[in-house]
């Protein structure tokens, strides 16, 4: 295991080669020879890569062996005609710590038994190469891409669910009860907390009852608001801090917890969250409709918005959340939705990066 403080992000392959410098090096000092580059007549021996003819051949005078003079040789040639290989591979290694770097968020120091950076991403990943991690990271981006419409970076979305999963696989879970899911929901013992993001942090406990996994993860770019998938019959909702506002994930939330009670087994990832430019399928719709139902009393209060921007009529969060007996706060939403005054709206941030699971 290499100190995680003098890891290095891409070990050189190379430099755990001896020189043909350093070999001899080590075998005169086996040997107990002292002032070696004196008598050899080469500064800086250890970093050689070449040796003249004449040292190897008193290398071999110092230590009593014709035959040093001859290994040398060989183990000079064999590690000039690998250098050129070594260099490719420590090329791509960087390369590849480029496209793999920003997951090192989501390791959260529990994989740091590698050799380098790029070997613990990997271990995070659980394989065993970056030609792997490309591969398997298709699959879900090809999902994301059929049901969004858009690219999101492949290797970014690969790695946020790996981070939902391993903290899922966590767990000890119930069996699912989306009755009881359901109940929670319309109990509504939530409502006079939705103000209070360490509230919301706290849901996780809450859901787990229901067998619900309820994760939370830093957002990466170019991948999610939330998604939903089925481990044994027990659904993972996995939300991330894109926006970094509570009003947001709320929404995202209930939108998942609505696949949960209405989808069972479906595994979906949400790229855009109530977008009225992007047409959705039946299921995001119903989602929609679940998740407006809770937070905002059905859709009058989006489309009061949306109608009274377009017409120049002046709007206020609190009238509208009266108005429509909602919560100041998701009024807001929609109001920064519609681009009503958007830097003014009250908004209250949140993020996950030190969520403990």
Known sequence: ???????????????????????????????????????????GLRGRERLPERAMQQAAELLGSPAVAEYLARFQANYLQEKPRYRESYARAKRAYTELKA?????RGEFTQGYDTLEDILDFFGMDSVGEVLSAAERPAALFRQQNGMEPNRV??????RRGELDFRALALPDYDGGALLGWVEAREWLPYVEDAAYFKSLPGALARFGVGLVF?????????????????????????RGR????????????????????????????MNDPKVERDARE??????????????DGLRKV?????????????DALAAEFGVRALFAAYWLRKAQYNPASQRRIPIDFTAQPQ
Not at 103 to 107: A, D, H, K, S, Y
Not at 219 to 241: E, H, M, N
Not at 245 to 272: K, P, Q
């Open 156 to 161: 970014n979305l690969y790695a946020w669910l």
């Open 285 to 298: 719709r119903e989602a929609n409709k679940f998740a407006n139902k809770y937070i905002f009393n059905g």
């Open 1 to 43: 295991m290499a100190s995680q403080e003098k890891k290095v992000a891409v070990l050189d392959p190379l430099s755990l080669r001896n020189t043909v410098g350093a070999e001899l090096a080590d075998m005169l000092e086996a040997h107990g020879v002292a002032h070696a580059e004196a008598q050899l007549g080469v500064k």
């Open 217 to 241: 993860t830093p957002s990466l770019p170019k991948t999610v608001y939330g998604a939903i998938r089925w481990f044994d019959g027990r659904p993972l909702i996995q939300i991330a801090d």
């Open 305 to 317: 918005v949306f109608a009274r921007k377009a017409a120049g009529a002046p709007m206020e969060a």
């Open 245 to 272: 506002d509570l009003a947001s994930c709320w929404f995202t939330l209930f939108h998942e917890i609505g696949h949960a009670v209405m989808h069972r087994n479906a595994e979906i990832y949400e790229g855009e």
């Open 103 to 107: 997951v090192l968020p989501l390791l």
